[in-house]
């Protein structure tokens, strides 16, 4: 690094010092503290961004977000050159980023960085990083920022996206580096593009069971719910009715963590819609669940992330098997798609069952879209779905360019063939949904298609399986961090002693489940209870919350 560089870097991160006693950690999804201890952490994560770009020699992205967290909450990530997550194996250097005390010592790493990686910064070409943000008050001077951060890299572009939703962010990086036409007015065109083309090849079946044309939306009062509201009139036969669109505090209430978690109506929501078929999105629209409200009440009938996976699955298995014909991909000419889904130990018991019954290979990974993305894409077509409403379908390079061949095979032999138009439909599921990262609002228009492609109404896609009860609470403990778990976040290996506590426990309950693990967004330690009763899973995740605190010191939130 010339003296120039350096001597810019030294400048620009003396206007940044770190809060005193602050400890930053890249946690589940990046960084994540109160907004106003992220100025520092922020500008950082721009430098880490440019550096990435560079070494990359590609577009990276950085979205300023906390997502489901409270709105005093922010947060930043950032989007690899592929639109995922940052590569893994950069976290470690982005917490020693995040926390070095002093320019000088935020400079020595980069040196020592920079040089461990053989990333050559003169002569490379001008880098970009795209900027993003939710609609928290905070994330404008956190924006400023990050650009301060990307732009002393000398040649680096910072281009700021707007007010966006992280999704929308990871598609525009991912299109940018396919050399793609990568704007927010593209991403709609594509998304509805293709939700209109599986529409157009619903098979015509018995009028009489259409499926309602009114879906009510909670946006969270966050960034989804206005871009929704915008694109109401693009959407066809969908009447799109959306509620909590910036009106209200964000996340406070509503959204699809609350709609989850408490398993009841967010606020605007009540008895005068009972039976509606209504979704959840979150603040910055990257998780989506379904819910319809129970006659005479405000409680909730909770259609999860598991139960999108699950229709997913179904719809998808059923599309490669109409492609592959009556041989089942033995046939001459057939490619024999791997399908696998992804799921974590908050996945209902009864959807892993369910999808087992499938004939699916169902496989596990810690929290984290990161784990998941990555188990996902080791298949053809990989569905990854956390029961909170995040994921997204992916389909591998291999078997689009088969299925385009295949397609115009079937264009000149056998048009309006059904496998014709199977092919079809699942060219369209690749460019509906988003195939960077989980995406609310391609995942709710993926269900809306499904469900009128099916004529099922809410109720009947809540029947697939019956959720086993279940029941989440918060431990806010002295060091959240002193819980280490292994096999997927099931079991706990420190502090010692407690897995055992928590076995004993579960022993006492028919079907039941139980493990508990560190939050990667809030300072809190989480717990999961399954059980054949709700009583049971209530009772269940209360006696391990006492665990928690007797283990890891009190402090429940
Ligand atoms: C983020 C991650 C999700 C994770 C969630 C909760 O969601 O992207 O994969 O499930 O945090 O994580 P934890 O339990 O570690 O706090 P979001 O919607 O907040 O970005």
Same mark, same amino acid.
Not at 246 to 267: C, F, I, S
Not at 272 to 279: E, F, K, Q, T, V
Not at 421 to 437: D, G
């Given at each position: ?55 990359? &020699? ?78 928290? !008050? ?64 619903? !098979?015509? &079946? ?15 009062? #966050? ?46 929501? #009540? ?94 990974? !810690? ?75 391609? #995942? ?24 086993? !009860? ?75 919350? &006492? ?11």
């Amino acid at each position: 690094m010339n003296q120039e560089q350096q001597s810019a870097l030294l400048r620009s991160a003396s206007r940044f010092p770190i809060p005193t006693g602050a400890k930053f950690s890249y946690g589940t999804s990046g960084f994540r503290a109160d907004a106003s201890l992220l100025e520092s952490t922020v500008f950082r994560v721009g430098i880490l961004a440019a550096l990435r770009s560079i070494q990359t &020699r590609s577009v990276i992205g950085l979205m300023i977000t906390a997502s489901h967290n409270q709105v005093s909450d922010n947060g930043v990530k950032l989007a690899d050159p592929s639109g995922g997550m940052l590569t893994q194996s950069w976290e470690p250097f982005a917490d020693a980023l995040a926390n070095a005390l002093h320019p000088h010592s935020l400079l020595q790493l980069l040196v020592d960085f920079i040089k461990k990686e053989n990333i050559v910064l003169e002569g490379a070409p001008v880098s970009e990083v795209l900027l993003g943000r939710d609609t928290r !008050p905070s994330g404008e001077t956190l924006l400023e920022a990050a650009k301060q951060g990307i732009t002393s890299f000398m040649g680096t572009t910072a281009s700021n996206m707007g007010i966006v939703t992280t999704p929308q962010l990871h598609w525009m990086v991912r299109a940018k580096n396919k050399g793609i036409e990568a704007t927010e007015l593209n991403y709609y065109d594509q998304m509805l593009t293709s939700f209109r083309c599986l529409l157009d090849y619903i !098979p015509q &079946r018995d009028s009489t069971q259409n499926v309602s044309d009114k879906l009510v939306v909670d946006g969270a009062d #966050g960034v989804g719910g206005e871009k929704l509201e915008n694109l109401k009139t693009r959407l066809g036969y969908l009447t799109v009715d959306v509620r909590n669109c910036g009106g209200g505090v964000l996340n406070e209430g509503v959204g699809a963590d609350y709609v989850q978690k408490e398993k009841m109506a967010p606020r605007n929501f #009540g008895p005068a819609d009972a039976g509606m078929r209504c979704a959840s999105l979150d603040g910055d629209a990257d998780r989506l669940v379904y819910f319809y409200v129970i006659s005479n009440s405000n409680k909730i009938d909770l259609v999860d992330g598991d139960k999108i996976l699950s229709l997913f699955a179904l719809f998808l298995k059923e599309q490669l098997c109409i492609l592959n014909g009556p041989n089942d991909g033995k046939a001459c000419n057939s490619y024999k798609a791997s399908l696998g889904v992804v799921q974590t130990a908050y996945a209902n018991g009864a959807s892993t069952d369910y999808l087992k019954q499938m004939g699916l290979e169902v496989v596990m990974t !810690p929290t984290g879209v990161k784990y998941l993305h990555e188990k996902a894409a080791e298949y053809d077509i990989g569905i990854y779905f956390e029961a909170n409403g995040h994921g997204t379908v992916l389909f591998s390079d291999a078997f689009l360019s088969w299925l385009e061949i295949k397609n115009q095979e079937l264009t000149s032999t056998s048009q309006d063939s059904d496998q014709h138009k199977a092919a079809l439909r699942l060219l369209a599921v690749s460019r509906l949904i988003n195939q960077a990262v989980g995406d609310a609002l391609s #995942g709710l228009f993926l269900v809306e298609a499904i469900l009128k492609h099916m004529r099922w109404s809410i109720h009947k896609w809540n029947e697939l399986y019956q959720d086993l !009860p279940s029941r989440q609470l918060k431990v806010k403990v002295v060091d959240r961090t002193a819980v280490i778990t292994e096999k997927a976040e099931t079991k706990v290996v420190s502090p010692a002693g407690i897995q055992e506590a928590i076995d004993a426990e579960t022993d006492k309950y028919p079907k039941g489940r139980c493990f508990i693990r560190p939050s990667g967004t809030e300072d809190v330690v989480r717990v999961y209870a399954e059980a054949s009763s709700q009583e049971g899973a209530d009772h269940l995740a209360n006696s391990v919350v &006492r665990l928690v605190e007797q283990y890891l010191g009190f402090g429940r939130s």
